[in-house]
């Protein structure tokens, strides 16, 4: 069990009362959060980083099955996450954030750094860096991502790596597009691995993304007539994950 589903079933365990996304009727997963007869546990790829994440989760959001942060747990090993509080800060997670062998960088736009914090666009993983970087990303919808930013006056010191995200998301459909929509985690924490160098891991990430965004939406429709070309591509990406093992 990762880091997103420990977090999971323990933000599930203090619920006061049934958290009801939609879909809640559901019956899911409790690792992959897809209905069981379109589970992708099966085909869980594994791959070797350098990178290691940080997920700072708005307080329901590890509860949404839509999440995609626990597919970044999934084949990042070195994945922690919290969630995020804006007066009760854990210790654990300023013990990892000060932690002398990680060097962390907040995955946010530029144009939001504050006026001391370093902006930087990839991370030299040639050069072999003498700690190991630690990638922040605040977990959420826009307008929360928007407000853990602001308020977390602890992230404030370390340098923000700015990737280019003004596109939405044309892969993304499990929720309801907005004006201030952007890529979903997953995606953003694919472009950081290549930002990083590790090429393949982002694109494998993209993969295991694309695989859980289709079984997702296939599982919510409960159709068990897909489309031949939805079928094919289902296909075709199990069988690249399978071999990419």
């Not at 379109?38 to 509860?63: N, R």
């Not at 694309?210 to 079984?215: A, E, G, H, M, S």
Request: net charge neutral.
């Amino acid at each position: 069990m990762h880091a997103v589903q420990r977090l999971f079933h323990y933000r599930k365990s203090i619920s006061t009362k049934p958290f009801r996304a939609r879909g809640y009727n559901v019956e899911r997963c409790d690792d992959c959060r897809i209905a069981l007869k379109f589970c992708i546990c099966q085909y869980k790829p594994t791959c070797h980083s350098k990178a290691a994440f940080l997920l700072l989760m708005w307080d329901d959001e590890v509860l949404k099955p839509s999440n995609t942060g626990r597919l970044i747990a999934d084949l990042i090993n070195d994945t922690h996450a919290f969630i995020w509080r804006r007066t009760e800060i854990d210790e654990t997670l300023l013990a990892l954030i000060n932690n002398p062998d990680y060097q962390p960088y907040v995955v946010f736009p530029a144009a939001y750094a504050h006026e001391e914090q370093t902006v930087v666009h990839h991370v030299n993983n040639i050069a072999a860096p003498a700690k190991q970087p630690l990638f922040i990303l605040l977990d959420g919808s826009w307008r929360e991502a928007k407000k853990m930013f602001r308020k977390s006056p602890y992230l404030s010191q370390f340098p923000v790596l700015s990737i280019n995200l003004d596109t939405q998301s044309e892969r993304y459909r499990l929720r309801k597009a907005t004006g201030d929509d952007r890529l979903a985690t997953a995606e953003v924490a694919a472009h950081v691995l290549r930002s990083f160098g590790e090429e393949e891991n982002g694109n494998l990430l993209d993969l295991w993304f694309d695989t859980f965004n289709q079984r997702y939406q296939e599982g919510a429709s409960a159709r068990h007539d897909r489309s031949l070309d939805a079928l094919a591509t289902l296909v075709e990406n199990t069988s690249k994950l399978k071999t990419t093992t």
